[in-house]
């Protein structure tokens, strides 16, 4: 058997969440160490000769090398799991352990990581509650005592989280591309234009700057699309997607907490047609290949056609209270065990 190996010199702690990747990375830069020679160590140790995507034996040899208990870099479900629409039980949001989804690693706080770059999936979004500090992609952002952003993050991590929305399910980029389109619009002096001096930004024009600058904004827009009662009747076809874009624009601008304009209107629109279109797919959608006529039930349906479409509002409207209507044949429904594997991909409109 093997001989024990040399534990590494610094011993660093495992964030909260922390990614083995990262965890690695932090290590490495912890003793100056280059990654790649570090991989080289471990690779050596399982026998390998290339870099696997998944294997419980590097974060063993991981584990080993940092003289970390044996577990310490594995995720865990209890604390940090994702709740997903899955069909295992229903296909309404459910923290599901045979699915043991966690969210997208991102970014971790700077302070929390000793000032090295590691990523997480801790249930969260871009602020540590601990540091006050901002963090998502490539930007950072001292946001310390200031409540609204606080607030943000508490609901990201409650009730967003709760039904399946992280920053990388699309909801949130999408609440983020409806803010850009205000803003467009919005006069010279509010509070996201005095937030963007503030952090030294100078336009809005990327996902993540839109959320530094408006992260209690987006969030409570993101909230407002993934209401139920919200936008299952946006979602109604027999009505039109026109009218039915004038509510969800006031909704929104409700949510901004500013008067509403233009290009949110426009905007607003683009967003509803495209949805509509996404539900007349839905509707077409049969149950198998085979069978033709047997229309496939609606919250399967309503799953498969967000997806399929990219289109995220379809996966809050509640399947009981939209119209029963039987389409034009648009395709079949895939099987769960299908459909529980796709990652999901942001929306056509939303901020990338
Ligand atoms: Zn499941
Ligand atoms: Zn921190």
């Not at 090295?116 to 490539?138: K, N, P, Q, Y």
């Amino acid at each position: 058997m093997n001989t024990p190996l040399r534990t590494l010199p610094i011993s660093l702690d495992p964030l909260d969440g922390e990614t083995p990747d990262g965890f690695l990375a932090r290590l490495a830069q912890a003793h100056l160490l280059d990654e790649d020679d570090l991989r080289r160590v471990i690779l050596q140790r399982i026998g390998r000769s290339w870099w696997p995507a998944v294997d419980s034996h590097i974060v063993e040899v991981l584990e080993e090398l940092a003289d970390l208990p044996i577990g310490s870099l594995l995720p865990d479900f209890e604390r940090d799991g994702m709740w997903v629409r899955c069909g295992h039980h229903s296909w309404s949001p459910e923290k599901c352990a045979k699915c043991l989804r966690f969210a997208q690693p991102r970014t971790a706080c700077r302070t929390c990581a000793g000032g090295r770059r590691t990523t997480t999936i801790a249930r969260g979004a871009a602020l540590c509650l601990i540091h006050g500090e901002w963090t998502f992609r490539e930007l950072h952002a001292d946001v310390a005592g200031i409540s609204a952003y606080e607030h943000a993050e508490l609901t990201l991590r409650a009730r967003l989280w709760k039904r399946g929305v992280a920053l990388h399910t699309g909801e949130v980029n999408l609440a983020a591309a409806f803010v850009r389109a205000w803003y467009a619009g919005a006069g010279a002096s509010n509070p996201i234009s005095d937030r963007l001096s503030m952090f030294g930004v100078d336009a809005l024009d990327t996902y993540e700057r839109v959320l530094l600058c408006a992260y209690p904004e987006v969030v409570r827009i993101a909230c407002t699309l993934v209401s139920t009662a919200v936008i299952t009747p946006v979602l109604d076809v027999r009505m039109s997607a026109l009218d039915r874009a004038g509510v969800l624009s006031r909704a929104v601008a409700d949510a901004i907490g500013e008067p509403e304009n233009d290009e949110l209107r426009t905007f607003t629109i683009r967003v509803v047609g495209h949805a509509h279109r996404a539900m007349l797919y839905m509707y077409g959608l049969r149950s198998t290949r085979q069978a033709k006529y047997q229309l496939s039930p609606l919250n399967r349906a309503l799953i498969v056609a967000a997806a399929r479409q990219r289109a995220c509002l379809l996966r809050h409207a509640n399947p009981r209270r939209i119209p029963d209507i039987a389409g034009k044949v648009t395709g079949a429904a895939p099987k769960p065990r299908v459909i529980r594997k796709w990652q999901n991909e942001i929306d056509e409109l939303a901020l990338p």
